[in-house]
């Protein structure tokens, strides 16, 4: 197992590079020149200094091998100073963004909070109501709660985040006004008072998300439950005088548990992707919407930069999913 | 299939049902599927040939009954330029099912062009599945966006406005959404491959165009068909999302995702503009589904007939 997980992890690498190469080969097209905001009565010749500075008429590889050691070399190093206080990073060059003027790094810490508080709670909130819903439709097959659960899911399918986040904001914050329909990320939470504002403004966008992924997954639990239940060792276990409880919730649900916890593991990217729209429709100033303004802004190095770290989220949970499987079900063995 | 004795070409049986027949008897008892392709067929009727009824031209800038709600002359209203919304609607119904279908068209020819080669040739089958697997770990949509920004101004000015944005978002939607059918496809010739009927049109010295066209094709052909239905699904999906985040169609060539995105604006004064355009998307998208959930029992022998 160990074997395999480094092997992969190895594998992981080259893809990687390669995947960064061509994000980078397609933003290498980009028309747009980043000192075009840049005041007129700059002298040609100091002009053409920042763009030497900023090492724009460098050819392509150069540019990319540059990139690549701020992101692999110096980013990392940069880290480690942080975290430690030690110098070793000191006086290399990081990424810099063309639209902030600031280390890429900094500012996508600064948007990680805001991210991971709506996104992840809201991948929390869909998993902890889908599997439930998925139990039970399996165990009571084609009940009325069956038929809910399905149209439900089905209408999760069919009604896009951005459909779905601005008919919220119809009902919950114009109609009723109940909820904020923008994001406050200035709020500082440090009494009652502000948690309460902080929870009914995080409401709307972890609804919407966790909307499409409860659709997903109770579709996926429900199906890996109804494979399960007709299996010769749950007659066995009910044969043996066990309770429901336990022959469903013990015997079923850890067998059924196994493909389930894999596309949970590799629905993690997939929700930073569609965080993007949410992000935006309900202006949380997280890594979705930077990436948005930066593409608006023509804003390279922070395109490149996100696109990349996406690109290692999907690998890497790609990764996981694999060795979760091979953990979980001891008939698979990869060695 | 392989207990037909065919000596020569034997003719297709012309007397009897075939096989669609099959397909359709099975089709028809999935209530929801049929339901589903009422319900789309309805849309794609209303878009095509609701302008000839409904003959307000979807561009006309009638300022002075800007905003208005609904009323006789204008059952959805008209938006902050007095244009007639269900005129627009129609339009830009149009242009979102013709997206969505030619995407699906490029994405499902190019998933099954790889997908069959990758399971039939074992030579490219490393460098094919390494390819699929690469695109899959793309961040797409945001790809995607930059794939839009960036060639838009170019395309454009060869294509003109309308034209260049189509031929972008569908060729864009098309090579990022093939990386599934190419991986269902190659599984399929995979297990095709070992059949005995492959194995008798090898012996009798089949070459492997014909193979594939008359062998491998034709039985591979529902999965293909089930994933080019909800191929249509997800590429009107992305069309209006990339039209929602203002890098689609330009707004005087309204899509569905535009109107929306338009109707945000206005969100606070009259939030009932939102509805129409996101319901059409909603409905397509829940009808498409619901078709590709029939065909896909109702092309499967198996379940057939039972």
Redesign the interface.
């Known amino acids: 197992m160990l074997t395999f997980t480094f092997r992969r992890l190895l594998l992981a690498i080259p ?1 990687l590079l ?2 960064s190469l ?2 980078f080969l ?2 290498d ?3 747009g020149d980043p000192l075009a905001f840049q005041p007129l009565t700059i002298p040609p010749e100091v002009r053409q200094k920042m763009r030497d500075a900023l090492g724009l008429d460098a050819p392509g590889y150069v540019r990319y091998l540059l990139w690549a050691k701020q992101f692999f070399w110096v980013e990392p190093l940069h880290f480690i100073d942080w975290m430690f206080g030690t110098n070793f990073a000191q006086g290399m060059q990081r990424i810099i963004s063309w639209q902030f003027r600031a280390p890429v790094f900094d500012i996508i810490v600064q948007r990680l909070p805001q991210t991971l508080w709506v996104v992840g709670l809201a991948y929390l909130v869909g998993v902890m109501i889908a599997l439930p819903i998925g139990i039970i439709s399996a165990y009571r097959q084609y009940s009325w709660f069956d038929q809910v659960g399905t149209f439900v899911s ?2 999760g ?4 985040p ?2 779905s986040g ?2 919220m ?2 009902f919950f914050a ?2 009723l006004p109940w909820f904020p329909s923008i994001y406050d990320t200035t709020l500082v939470v440090d009494d009652f008072s502000s948690f309460g504002q902080q929870v009914r403004q995080m409401t709307l966008p972890v609804m919407v998300l966790a909307l499409q992924t409860t659709a997903q997954l109770s579709r996926f639990m429900r199906a890996s439950m109804l494979d399960n239940l007709n299996h010769d060792y749950v007659r066995t276990a009910r044969a043996k005088g066990m309770t429901e409880k336990v022959v469903v919730l013990v015997h079923v649900l850890r067998n059924s548990m196994i493909p389930v916890v894999t596309v949970i593991a590799l629905g993690i ?1 997939s929700i930073f ?2 965080a ?2 949410t992000e ?2 309900f202006k949380v100033n997280g890594l979705g919407q930077l ?2 303004t930066a ?2 802004a023509n804003d390279l190095p922070m ?1 490149q930069t ?2 990349f770290i ?2 290692v989220l ?2 890497l949970c ?1 990764l996981i999913a694999d060795v979760l499987y091979g953990l979980l079900d001891p008939r698979i063995r990869y060695d | 299939m392989t207990d037909a004795p065919a000596p020569a070409r034997a003719k297709p049986d012309t007397s009897g049902r075939s096989q669609w027949w099959d397909v359709w008897d099975q089709f028809k008892t999935h209530k929801g599927a049929l339901f589903g392709a009422a319900v789309f067929l309805f849309i794609v009727l209303a878009v095509t040939l609701g302008p000839l009824v409904w003959t307000i031209e979807p561009t006309f800038i009638d300022i002075r009954a800007r905003n208005s709600g609904a009323s006789l002359a204008h059952p959805f209203g008209t938006d902050q330029l007095g244009r007639d919304i269900l005129a627009r609607m129609m339009a830009g119904g149009q242009v979102s099912i013709a997206v969505g279908l030619t995407a699906m068209l490029i994405s499902v020819l190019l998933g099954a062009f790889i997908g069959v080669l990758a399971g039939f040739f074992r030579k490219l089958d490393g460098f094919l599945m390494g390819l699929t ?2 695109f ?8 995607l ?3 839009v ?3 838009r ?1 170019t395309l454009a000015r060869s294509f003109g406005p309308e034209m260049g944005t189509f031929i972008l978002i569908v060729s864009a939607i098309g090579i990022t959404s093939w990386m599934q059918t190419a991986r269902i496809v190659r599984g399929e010739v995979l297990a095709l491959k070992e059949r005995e009927f492959v194995l008798a049109a090898r012996s009798i010295g089949t070459p492997s165009r014909r193979m594939i066209l008359r062998h491998i094709l034709p039985n591979v052909l529902s999965p293909i068909m089930v994933s080019a239905t909800l191929g249509i ?1 997800t590429a009107i ?1 992305t069309e ?2 990339l039209s ?2 203002g890098l689609g169609f330009p707004p005087d060539f309204p899509t569905w ?1 535009r109107l ?1 995105f338009d109707a ?1 604006d206005y ?2 004064q009259y ?1 009932e503009r ?2 129409w355009p ?1 319901l059409a ?2 409905l397509t ?2 009808s498409v ?2 078709i590709g959930d029939g065909l896909r029992d109702a092309l499967d022998p198996r379940i057939r007939g039972r």
């Open positions: 893809t390669l995947i061509l994000i397609l933003l097209l980009a028309p089905m209408i399918f069919s009604v896009p951005f459909f601005v008919l904001i119809v114009i109609m990217p992707g569609g993007i729209i935006q429709i990436l948005i593409i608006y395109v996100l696109a996406f690109a999907i690998v790609n | 697997n690469l899959l770990a793309l961040p797409l949509l945001p790809l966006l930059v794939m920004m960036l060639f101004e699904a999906i209006s999302a929602f985040l995702g929306l945000v969100l606070q939030p939102v509805f996101g998307i909603s998208v829940l589904n619901y």
